[in-house]
T-cell receptor, first 112, second 118 residues
Framework: KQEVTQIPAALSVPEGENLVLNCSFT??????LQWFRQDPGKGLTSLLL?????REQTSGRLNASLDKSSGRSTLYIAASQPGDSATYLC???????????FGQGTTLQVKP | GAVVSQHPSRVICKSGTSVKIECRSL??????MFWYRQFPKQSLMLMAT?????????EQGVEKDKFLINHASLTLSTLTVTSAHPEDSSFYIC??????????????FGQGTRLTVV
């Protein structure tokens, strides 16, 4: 059974700092891995998608990496801003089902 | 990206009543829709997978008679919480896919529905 874990559960940093969020999964047989952002009381915003054959994806200040063999992904946020404050969720598609298995999320607070 | 619309965004109902939540794919045909539930400060848990024209497949521990899912068309799936109780209060969110061949592509979600049962 696929399990997804995110560390840390919460993170508070000063504005401008570079930071790394971690995601690990137990079964390396994944279709892809996707990072989402969720603001309080809101839905999900897709940030980055990494296909199983890819190693990383970049969008603006965000860079996500994927190491299938070790079951790990990282989301790197450069020059953090207060507007980056949110909960970040990673999710994998396990097998040929289309189902997304989510981690518990990392709640990020960027202080001005 | 694909647009998935979910309504209502927020609903308050009395205990014992039923509530229907709609999930629509606006610019593509969704052969499969997924319904998730999120408790406060917790992650999303898959409740059921809904395929157009067939019965939904529920995850272990989810009561199918409690959470009725209908996927009668390629653009609409509904989740009805029957005889709602306060413990059903949660954030419900749907995701729509067009076909299995694209499951390796980005997943898009509705805006979610905050259900409060009083």
């Amino acid at each position: 059974k696929q399990e997804v874990t995110q560390i840390p559960a919460a993170l508070s940093v000063p504005e401008g700092e570079n930071l790394v969020l971690n995601c690990s999964f137990t079964d390396s047989a994944i279709y892809n891995l996707q990072w989402f952002r969720q603001d309080p009381g809101k839905g999900l915003t897709s940030l980055l998608l990494i296909q199983s054959s890819q190693r990383e994806q970049t969008s603006g200040r965000l860079n996500a990496s994927l190491d299938k063999s070790s079951g790990r992904s990282t989301l790197y946020i450069a020059a953090s801003q207060p507007g980056d404050s949110a909960t970040y969720l990673c999710a994998v598609i396990a097998g040929n089902t289309g189902k997304l298995i989510f981690g518990q999320g990392t709640t990020l607070q960027v202080k001005p | 990206g694909a647009v998935v619309s979910q309504h209502p965004s927020r609903v308050i109902c009395k205990s014992g009543t039923s509530v229907k939540i709609e999930c629509r794919s606006l610019d593509f045909q969704a052969t499969t829709m997924f319904w998730y539930r999120q408790f406060p400060k917790q992650s999303l848990m898959l409740m059921a997978t809904s395929n157009e024209g067939s019965k939904a497949t529920y995850e272990q521990g989810v009561e199918k008679d409690k959470f009725l899912i209908n996927h009668a068309s390629l653009t609409l799936s509904t989740l009805t919480v029957t005889s709602a109780h306060p413990e059903d209060s949660s954030f419900y969110i749907c995701s729509a896919r067009d076909r299995p061949a694209t499951w390796g592509t980005e997943a898009f979600f509705g805006q979610g529905t905050r259900l409060t049962v009083v």
